[in-house]
């Protein structure tokens, strides 16, 4: 039988610690890299239903897929207007 020497894994960024808070607390070049990228993905996600909903509002004649308000905030994409806060 044969003695297989374990060679001590190095820290790189994938295994320097595994827990939400240290993503989000990182300094690594790479992990910030990897959560823009997360970022973006989402985002473009969440912007493309958005657009989906305000094609959808014209594509029907009654327009009545969305509110004329909720249409208003996806159009312009603020998501809150600060006109009805007061």
Partial sequence: MSAVALE??????????YGVKSWLLTTDHKRIGILYMISITLFFFIGGAAATLVRLELMTPAGDVVQAETYNKLFTLHGWSWSSSS
């Avoid at 001590?8 to 610690?17: D, E, F, G, I, V």
């Fill in 8 to 17: 001590p894994q190095t820290k790189n960024y994938l295994n320097a610690s």
